[in-house]
């Protein structure tokens, strides 16, 4: 039996311990949750011990994984101690909010032969493999523009929880939903970034609203410019509008939260797949993490990826606040 424990136990936290839970020979054991309502909702769903801290649920409890889904802040601290009792860690994006963490997890899970997973589920999303593979096919030659956005009615909904706390959130939308935007960038175009330069707004509040980044990729050898768009303040409530448009030497791949559109040699083909349910992306997500802890898959979301988004937005709050074209430091 593949024993988990849930580690912040909100509606995310709620949620992914429920599909955990579902799958063949895995078990939820244990749920760490400050707050005593939330850890007695959860002890009684789910009739299994809760603890107020990581320390003491590593103490009493025999495991084999966490998913963590508490606040960004607290990511690092809580996944580092796990990965120190030799358990495999799923880690809800974004996966820290310091470059310097997120490479010293990395090295820990390396060391200690652990899977590290992080919460992308645009890596287990048919439409953005879709856009990936129609990249890779060479249909649109060699790709060397993307313009993308995300917009959400965010603030709204955010700025009296803990999201709107910097101390907890580490910043706003952008490391936020926008978070997925930038992986999506990244993973779709198989690129890393290399500078950006940043427009950031707040707009009155404690955490970043609006974010324009001006950003150079690199895809093996070749330059790619990037155009990026979050907004924080917009209509989609409560799933993110979003759209992806990538330009290549002979055509061009988009998509614009609907439907897919590619365009070759003077003609366009359009494709609307079907729009993945959320939980269902969720479920496929955790059931990679455990085949790629037990070695029997390759891990779909590796945290590679993932601390490439954190120095990509980390460098575009530096540019923001110095206003100043900045270096992404995105190596492993």
């Known amino acids: ?13 709620m949620l992914e311990c429920r599909l955990l839970n579902e799958l063949d020979g895995v078990r939820v054991v244990a749920g760490v949750d400050p707050a005593d309502e939330v850890r007695e909702g959860f002890g009684d769903e789910f009739d299994v011990p809760t603890y107020e801290t990581t320390e003491e649920l590593l103490d009493a409890e025999f495991l084999d994984a966490v998913t ?27 996966m820290v909010t310091d470059l310097g963490g997120a490479r010293a997890l ?31 096919s060479g249909r649109v030659g060699d790709p060397h523009m993307v313009v993308c956005h995300l917009e959400q009615e965010w603030i709204r909904w955010t700025k009296d929880e803990w999201r709107g706390d910097p101390a907890l ?16 960038m990244l993973w779709v175009t198989r690129s ?16 970043d609203v609006n974010s324009a980044l001006a950003v150079v990729l690199d895809r093996d050898g ?3 410019t990037a155009s990026v768009g979050v907004s924080g ?57 455990v085949d790629a802890a037990r070695d ?8 590679e990826d993932a601390l490439r988004v954190t120095a990509l937005t980390e460098a575009a709050y530096e540019s923001a606040t110095t206003g100043r074209r900045v270096t992404v430091d995105g190596d492993a």
């Open 296 to 303: 029997e898959a390759d891990l779909a979301i590796p945290a």
């Open 169 to 184: 959130s580490g910043g706003g939308q952008l490391y936020d939903s926008g978070s997925h935007l930038l992986d999506a």
């Open 68 to 94: 963590i889904a508490s606040p960004h802040t607290k990511h690092f601290d809580q996944a580092l101690a796990a990965l120190d009792a030799d358990l495999h860690v799923h880690l809800e994006k974004p």
């Open 192 to 207: 890393t970034p290399v500078t950006v330069a940043a427009a950031v707004d707040h707009r009155g509040h404690d955490v």
């Open 233 to 289: 303040d917009g209509q989609s409530v409560p799933d993110p509008g979003e759209s992806l448009r990538v330009i290549g030497t002979e055509g061009m791949v988009a998509f614009d939260g609907e439907t897919i559109e590619v365009t070759e040699g003077g003609t366009t083909y359009t494709a609307t797949p079907p729009t993945p349910d959320f939980e269902e992306l969720t479920r496929k997500k955790l059931r990679n993490f």
């Open 106 to 136: 990395i090295d820990r899970a390396e060391e200690r032969g652990l899977t590290l997973a992080v919460g992308y589920q645009r890596h287990v999303d048919p439409r953005f493999h879709e856009l990936r593979r129609v990249i890779d």
């Open 1 to 13: 039996m593949f024993r988990v424990a849930g580690i912040g136990l909100g509606s995310l936290g």
């Open 222 to 224: 070749d330059r790619l």
